[in-house]
C-alpha cells in the first residue's frame, strides 16, 4: 500500500532563507508527483508537477526534484517571504490509477516565514 | 471566470441529519472528485466520477452518497450513517481521460467545513 510522509510537520524561518521540504513515499511505482499549496481554510494550489521519468521541475523561486528508485522528492524554495507561508502538500498518483485520477497525498508541512 | 466553486463555506449538521455539499465547475471538466481532510492530516478519496451518469467509491466512501447528474456538478451527501462527518471537505476536477490516463492536474474548490451540532 502506497504511503506518502512528509516530514518537518511544521517549519518556521526567517525571510530570505533558503529551504527545502521533504516527501518521501513507498512504491516507486507512480505517474508523478505533485506538490500542492493549501493557505489556511482554503482549498489546493497545484505548484509543480514532476512526471516519473522527470529529475526536477522550477517555477520561479520554487524547485521540486524527484529521485523515484529512493522513494523521495524535495520542494525548494529560495529566498523565503513571508507570502509563502503555507500548508505545502505533496501527492502521488500510483501506477494503475490511470483512469481513476488518484492521488494519494502526505500529511503536509506547515511552513510559516517571520518578516 | 472559471474554477470550482462549492458551497456552503461552513455546514452544520444534527446528530442523524443528511446534509449535503454542493460542487460546480465551469471548466468543462470531465472528471470530479471529493475528498474529505481532517486536522494534521492528508487528503482522502471519497468518490470519484470520470463521467456523467458514473461515479465510483474511493478509499472511504461509507457513510457517503454522491450523484453525477450534470456534467458541471458533483454534489456530496454526508450521511447519518457517517459517524465522524467532521472536517474539511475539498471538491476537484479535472479534464478527465487523456491518452488512456486520467488529467494529469487536479484543480481544487475553496471547501466546505463541516461541523457537527
Known amino acids: 500500500k ?9 517549519l518556521s524561518v526567517p525571510e530570505g532563507e533558503n529551504l527545502v521540504l521533504n516527501c518521501s513515499f513507498t512504491d516507486s511505482a507512480i505517474y508523478n508527483l505533485q506538490w500542492f499549496r493549501q493557505d489556511p481554510g482554503k482549498g ?6 514532476i512526471q516519473s521519468s522527470q529529475r526536477e521541475q522550477t517555477s520561479g523561486r ?21 507570502g509563502d ?3 505545502y502538500l505533496c501527492a502521488v498518483r500510483p501506477l494503475g490509477s490511470g483512469n481513476t485520477g488518484k492521488l494519494i497525498f502526505g500529511q503536509g508541512t506547515t511552513l510559516q516565514v517571520k518578516p | 471566470d472559471g474554477g470550482i466553486t462549492q458551497s456552503p463555506k461552513y455546514l452544520f449538521r444534527k446528530e442523524g441529519q443528511n446534509v449535503t455539499l454542493s460542487c460546480e465547475q465551469n471548466l468543462n471538466h470531465d472528471a470530479m472528485y471529493w475528498y474529505r481532510q481532517d486536522p494534521g492530516q492528508g487528503l482522502r478519496l471519497i468518490y470519484y466520477s470520470q463521467i456523467v451518469n458514473d461515479f465510483q467509491k474511493g478509499d472511504i466512501a461509507e457513510g457517503y452518497s454522491v450523484s ?10 454526508v450521511t447519518s450513517a457517517q459517524k465522524n462527518p467532521t472536517a474539511f471537505y475539498l471538491c476537484a476536477s479535472s ?6 490516463r486520467a488529467g494529469e492536474t487536479q484543480y481544487f474548490g475553496p471547501g466546505t467545513r463541516l461541523l457537527v451540532l
Not at chain 1, 502506497?2 to 511544521?10: K, R
Not at chain 1, 489546493?44 to 508537477?49: C, D, I, N, V
Request: zero cysteines.
Open chain 1, 2 to 10: 502506497q504511503e506518502v510522509t512528509q516530514i518537518p510537520a511544521a
Open chain 1, 44 to 49: 489546493l494550489t497545484s505548484l509543480l508537477l
Open chain 1, 62 to 82: 520554487l524547485n521540486a526534484s524527484l529521485d523515484k528508485s529512493s522513494g523521495r522528492s524535495t520542494l525548494y524554495i529560495a529566498a523565503s517571504q513571508p
Open chain 1, 85 to 87: 507561508s503555507a500548508t
Open chain 2, 68 to 77: 453525477r447528474e450534470k456534467k458541471e456538478s458533483f454534489p456530496l451527501t
Open chain 2, 95 to 100: 479534464i478527465g481521460f487523456v491518452g488512456g
